[in-house]
């Protein structure tokens, strides 16, 4: 059995005057599949994303979502869709469930049904005790739920969500991601543009490592890794103003070395092992850390910065 | 045929903003209505009543009416053009920058244009109810003299509209709102003085009142007396009419492209 596919871009190409900030990117999302854009601010991620919201209109190329041309069938594709922007933009004078009551008037779903799901939402997005708070009320972690469970009023084929968990402490931040999964699990296909790798790593089945407005790499995350990076890194820090004194000394240890401002990446297969010969070399780090090979790795290869650059 | 459909579907989109505004409101009226009912009677016991007495012992009658009778009913006319203005400069700059609700609309099966229409069919909505209030306030201080009474809730409406419909396709189209303060006091703040609001228009040297007759209240303001008193005849007024209607149009044709840039770019 083949997947559907539920979203086909071909030659994406999105123009703001005379910027360019998608350049031709080709993408294929399956239903039920958990897809991520990776990259930095900048990369294009958002404008991407307005793109398969069938909010915004490509500048040349094709998008097809459902099989539906966003230009002409714009209203049929978003009754499908559930989009989650940066943004929360609540009502925050009104109160939880007025927020989510009033978003379902504009999907003409009757009176019943929204207060139904609206009920199940709440419990969702384990805002019940909130219900009847003012959203202005609410923590940063409440408002995103929010807005999540806003993005559901429908029950979605699709949820899109543009940096999900940008400005959350690590708590919410995990508790969203629990939230996700249990979509994922009820078959919801999710679209997730973060800058997070280890997001992109924890929710995605396929991702893309987005530029500058190009895709530079795709696939699964362990693929990715694998394919891109060794398994282990060692990560050093000398008490020096320019770690780039070490990069030659440090060549021989390494398949591969990366100076960044304050510390050097030696990107082996047996990080403990490597560190012993550093130390028997009679190097001598202020610090010295053995990690596992990590989507950020696998951006810095391909564009020679990180993520938070 | 396919543009049937769209049409019929779009119709029932743009009522879900208008719904949505409903709502809104209902939730939130409560603050001010006590201060929209007691302006009204504050403003015409003070200026109509009160200077209303000066200019009786002075002047006697102002075209034929008291002077009380002669500003009651302009107030209609003021109210719904500071609602149109007032609803539509900040709420909509709110709405596509700062928090940003019509770029959540947006990502529903609404279109611009539905939101546009639904956001002015709302105001409209809400004109003609104040109208009506206002209508039986000015009753109340003696000025309402004829069944042509009737149109003034409609009146007030095209009032509002006129204003409101430019004012949001500028809103939509705003980076911030340094230059809403400016139209305040440079345009809206003396059309409300100078529009034959508070004396005749036949108090102006005649050289400056062709000059007045190109504020757009001033139209309102005539229409407004026509209505009340029962006088004047139908070519004016329907000059008058024309003149809002084409600033409504205007203004929604205008609406239409900023709007969408706004939320689609």
């Keep these: 059995m083949t997947a559907e596919r539920v979203v086909e871009a071909r030659h994406l190409v999105k123009r703001f005057g005379s910027f360019e900030a998608v350049k031709g990117i080709d993408v294929a999302i399956d239903r039920g599949e958990s897809f991520g854009f990776l990259g930095p601010n900048g990369a294009g991620k958002t404008s991407t994303m307005r793109m398969m919201s069938a909010v915004s209109q490509p500048t040349e190329g094709t998008i097809t979502i459902f099989g539906l041309d966003p230009r002409t069938d714009g209203p049929d594709i978003r009754r499908r869709l559930g989009v989650v922007a940066q943004e929360d933009s609540l009502e925050l004078e009104l109160s939880v469930r007025l927020n989510l009551e009033m978003f379902g008037r504009y999907f003409d779903l009757p009176r019943r049904v929204v207060r139904e799901r609206v009920d199940e939402l709440l419990d969702f997005a384990q805002l019940t005790e909130r219900a009847d708070d003012k959203v202005d009320n609410l923590s940063g972690g409440m408002k995103r739920r929010l807005t999540i469970a806003r993005g559901l009023i429908n029950q979605p084929e699709i949820l899109i969500l543009d940096e999900p968990t940008t400005g959350l402490d690590p708590q919410a931040r995990h508790l969203l991601w629990d939230r996700l999964y249990r979509l994922k699990r009820e078959g919801v296909t999710l679209i997730i543009t973060t800058h997070y790798m280890d997001e992109a790593e924890q929710l995605c089945d396929r991702l893309v490592v987005m530029d500058r407005g190009t895709i530079v790499a795709e696939g699964a995350p362990r693929t990715l890794i694998e394919r891109y990076s060794t398994r282990e890194v060692v990560e050093l820090r000398f008490s020096t103003d320019d770690h780039e004194e070490f990069h030659s000394r440090l060549s021989p240890f390494a398949e591969r070395v990366e100076v960044l401002p304050d510390r050097v990446l030696l990107y082996v297969n047996e990080g403990d092992e490597t560190l012993m010969e550093i130390h028997a070399a009679g190097i001598t780090p202020s610090s010295a850390l053995v990690r596992r090979s990590s989507l950020e790795d696998v951006f810095l290869h391909l564009t020679g910065r990180t993520l938070t650059d | 045929m396919a543009p049937t459909t769209r049409s019929q579907l779009s119709s029932a989109r743009w009522l879900r903003s208008w719904w949505y505004h ?132 409609f009146i007030g409406t095209l009032i509002t509209v006129a204003f409101s419909a430019p004012l949001v396709a500028y809103a939509s189209a705003a980076e911030s709102d340094a230059s809403f303060a400016t139209l305040y006091r440079f345009a809206f703040v003396p059309m409300f003085l100078f529009s034959a609001t508070f004396y005749p228009v036949s108090a102006y040297p005649g050289a400056l009142r062709p000059v007045v007759q190109l504020f757009p209240l001033y139209h309102g303001v005539a229409l407004v007396r026509a209505a009340a008193y029962g006088t004047g005849s139908l070519g004016p007024q329907l000059a008058h009419i024309a003149v809002l209607v084409a600033m409504a149009a205007s203004g929604v044709l205008w609406g239409r492209r900023t709007l969408r840039r706004r939320l689609t770019d």
């Design chain 2, 22 to 153: 409903a709502t809104f409101y209902a939730q939130t009226w409560r603050a001010s209505v006590v201060a929209s009912i007691l302006f009204p009677f504050m403003f015409l016991a003070s200026l109509g009543v009160g200077v209303g007495h000066l200019v009786g012992a002075h002047t006697g009658l102002v075209e034929g009416q008291t002077y009380l009778h002669f500003i009651a009913p302009s107030l209609l006319a003021t109210t719904t053009m500071q609602l149109g203005e007032s609803e539509s400069l900040w709420p909509v700059l709110a709405s596509v920058k700062w928090i940003r609700t019509y770029h959540a609309a947006a990502a529903t099966p609404l279109e611009p244009e539905d939101i546009l229409v639904g956001k002015l069919a709302w105001l409209a909505t809400r004109a003609f109810f104040t109208a009506i209030a206002y209508t039986l306030i000015i009753a109340c201080f003696g000025a309402i003299q004829s069944w042509w009474c009737l149109t003034l809730p």
